[in-house]
């Protein structure tokens, strides 16, 4: 029984209307390359009829009946050639009835069977080129003008250069002129506006939201540079945070710390929303403020026991639930396995911190700056064929650090040239964001972020955010603090009280500067 079989039964028995939607330009795209010239030609030509049924019906058909009445009552222009075809599409519909009758319905994922099918018709594909390229070269040497049929090798080679741009490459791309792709462009936009919110993902600052796009449909590799200890792992880490908030699976996988310390972090990042939630009073004791401890008062052990309590009351709620799942090096250290994790467990949205030091098998030392090169173009192929969001940190080299440090704080601090060793990071990358933080921000508790690279859309403005002195959340500053940062409010000169005599002949001065001081 091929995948092409069992993905047609499932069809006609189940309702799986997304999965076809989703998939409808990959088997549109295989089912016409194969329906005339496969072993299976008569089921691929079922399948166009099962996807003009979903079209037309916007819902899968209900039985295998369904499919040879719609072909028999169906007349329109679209479905001509299929019509055409009606008695050799009704007897493959018996064909395959009498060979599942005995058998018991796949248990197989949709996913899994449409990527089956889709790689059979692209090794079918392959298999008539090579067939075809055989042939043109059988002919002979190719004879001079250009009317002539294709004959030697010169021949053969122009036409599998030509065919390759049609090839059913694994992301459902396309060839050819725009003529050909009308409907492939028209569906391309209208996925774009009839987006479900659930497809976009928020990174939780209010100046990137307003304008970046992130999800399945959306920008989907983004980068997060800056230097050691400028708060690079914070900011990525509450961004994992903020989409797991919204309800998205997410695995983080750190390759610099062990689980147990990044697990704890994401708890106190839960901490910070109970202790903005918790305005109306403690939900622990009476008479008391809602507020975390710091991880490092754990490990210093300047607690109180109403810490305790805030960090226990925290660690049992059923939020707690959603934050990401976390593996460190002993566990996920390699591309491959982080792949098959995301993959098997459906997660929507990858960390690795970081993917530059990942473990590369069998690579011998002079050629790892390649391979992970090499890996990045991977991993941007992985996310526009699986719909993931990857994010990862980027190393900034020296240099820009140097530069950096001769800058002030409200100039552009990075671009692109800083990113350490790798250029293909900031090639495949979709959205490139820059963190920075000098000595005196931090102990301000302040970072700046940039946008350095950003697909499609516009760029937003640099901000500075704030980073919880407890939970190390980060948050945007609001208002001109967002542009200036918290010494902006410390550059406003105090409101200078007028002197005044007492006495009803200056109430209307006293008046306007008690409006002027709060306004």
Known sequence: ???????????????????????????????????????????????????????????????????????????????????????????????????????????????????????????????????????????????????????????????IRQMWGFDLIEEGGIGGSYDANRRVVAKYLADIYNAKGSDRILLGFPELDNVVMVGGMYNKLIGVMGFSNE????????????????????????????????????????GDHFEMEANSGCPVHENCTFTMPSFADYKFQRLQE????????????????????????????????????????????????????????????????????GMYKHIHEFCLKHDKVVVTPLQVNREGKKQAEKKDKTDEIYNLTHVSKHSSAYQEADIILAVYSDPEMKQRGEMKIETKKLRDDDYPMPFFASVAPNTKHVTQLPGPEAKCGKAYLDSIPDPKMPDFKLGDENLAERNDWIDEALM
């Open 231 to 270: 708060g690079k792992s914070l900011f990525v880490r509450t961004l994992a945070f903020n989409m797991a908030m919204q309800g998205k699976k997410v695995l983080y996988v750190t390759l610099e710390e062990d689980a147990k310390s990044c697990l704890a972090k994401f708890l106190f990042l839960l």
């Open 1 to 159: 029984m091929s995948a092409l079989d069992t993905l047609i039964w499932k069809l006609t028995h189940e309702d799986h209307l997304a999965a076809v939607e989703k998939n409808r330009s990959r088997l549109e795209s295989a089912a016409n390359w194969t329906k005339e010239s496969s072993d299976d030609d008569e089921m691929w030509l079922c399948l166009n009829v099962i996807l003009l049924y979903v079209k037309k019906h916007r819902q899968c058909p209900p039985s295998l009946a369904s499919v040879n009445d719609f072909i028999d009552a169906e007349d329109s222009n679209e479905a001509w050639e299929l019509t055409r075809s009606r008695e050799l599409i009704r007897g493959a519909l018996v064909s395959l009835k009498n060979r599942m009758a005995d058998r018991k319905t796949s248990s197989k994922d949709i996913a899994v069977l449409i990527d089956s099918v889709y790689r059979d018709a692209r090794r079918e594909f392959h298999r008539l080129l090579g067939l075809r390229y055989a042939d043109i070269v059988s002919n002979g040497p190719s004879p001079a003008g250009k009317d002539h049929v294709p004959s030697g090798p010169d021949d053969a080679m122009a036409f």
């Open 306 to 373: 109403q810490d305790i309590d805030h960090t226990d009351h925290v660690n049992d709620s059923p939020e707690a639930a959603l934050l990401p799942t976390v593996y460190d090096r002993k566990t996920l250290n390699d591309w491959d396995s982080i792949e098959a994790k995301a993959l098997n467990e459906k997660f929507d949205v990858i960390f690795v911190d970081y993917v530059g030091i990942l473990n590369i098998p069998n690579v011998k030392p002079k050629d790892l700056d390649f391979a992970i090169d």
